[in-house]
């Protein structure tokens, strides 16, 4: 193990079936599994008829894999790296998946999943083991106080929920936090066009840039103020009757839509 990997094995067997009993697979379809280790939850992909393709950072478990555990396996595909590298490369150029899935390291988790749901490829299932309280940011709904750009960002294109919680002593070492599995299920109609979609993930960074901060003031102070301009901005909120002293985390669904609808007309002009 690497400590710098912040690696946290699951060793509950019953836990490991279950997270890939969420994943549905079909036979033949390809999955990719971000962070394999030794290849546990990859036997039970394999043993499902996946054709499976795993993301690992560590070259000693590379080895493992590679050598020993599914040295004969022709439906085992293996690609060291680091996947905040190496997975966009492979979408560029094999496109998305049917099933994404990973027992993704607490200390780049949240960053792994926000540069997949900012691309524009979609697996149809993605089943994460993360830190719950990155899981509860994902799931969380207007006015809650985990209602963030995070959530916004997984709720445009997917269904997301928390599938259960995991005690630290499922794993070695056992983490100092509690861990959830959260399942996306891709929606069959987005709630935000691709049209519209350069224009709401501009606004939700500008918008939770800064928490206490104001929508107004935050928008002045980011990118799409430096794109309109403060004449720029009051329009868009006079246009959308969106209170400019309002928080960010006050804002609903349709809130941020007619914003990313106003921003893009306003920009055509």
């Known amino acids: 193990m690497t400590k710098k990997f912040g690696q946290n094995?699951?060793?509950?067997?019953?836990?490991?079936?279950?997270?890939?009993?969420?994943?549905?697979?079909?036979?033949?379809?390809?999955?990719?599994?971000?962070?394999?280790?030794?290849?546990?939850?990859?036997?039970?992909?394999?043993?499902?008829?996946?054709?499976?393709?795993?993301?690992e950072i560590d070259h000693g478990f590379c080895r493992v894999l590679a050598e020993q555990a599914f040295a004969d396996?022709?439906?085992?595909r293996l690609v060291n790296g680091d996947a905040l590298k190496t997975v966009p490369q492979f979408l560029q150029e094999e496109g998305a998946p049917h099933r994404l899935c990973g027992n993704l390291p607490y200390n780049v988790g949240s960053v792994v999943i926000a540069r997949l749901l900012e691309s524009s490829y979609r697996p149809e299932i993605m089943v994460f083991t993360l830190q719950k309280e990155v899981v509860d940011r994902l799931c969380a709904n207007p006015g809650s106080k985990d209602w963030s750009s995070f959530s916004l960002l997984a709720k445009a294109d997917y269904e997301v929920s928390q599938a259960f919680v995991i005690?630290?002593?499922a794993f070695y070492p056992p983490p100092n936090v509690t861990s959830s599995v959260v399942v996306f299920t891709l929606k069959q109609v987005p709630l935000v066009s691709e049209a519209l979609r350069p224009y709401f993930l501009q606004l939700i960074r500008d918008l939770f840039a800064q928490r206490r901060k104001t929508v107004k003031n935050n928008l002045l102070s980011g990118k799409t103020g430096k794109v309109v301009g403060k004449q720029g901005v009051d329009a868009l909120l006079t246009s959308t009757g969106i209170d400019p002293s309002a928080r960010a985390e006050a804002l609903d669904w349709d809130a941020f839509l007619k914003l990313s609808a106003s921003l893009s007309s306003y920009q055509a002009k």
Not at 73 to 76: A, G, L, N, R
């Open 73 to 76: 396996e022709p439906s085992f």
């Open 167 to 169: 005690n630290s002593g």
């Open 9 to 55: 094995f699951l060793l509950s067997n019953p836990v490991r079936e279950r997270i890939v009993s969420l994943l549905a697979i079909t036979e033949a379809q390809n999955v990719w599994e971000i962070g394999p280790g030794i290849g546990s939850i990859t036997t039970l992909l394999l043993a499902a008829h996946a054709q499976v393709t795993a993301f």
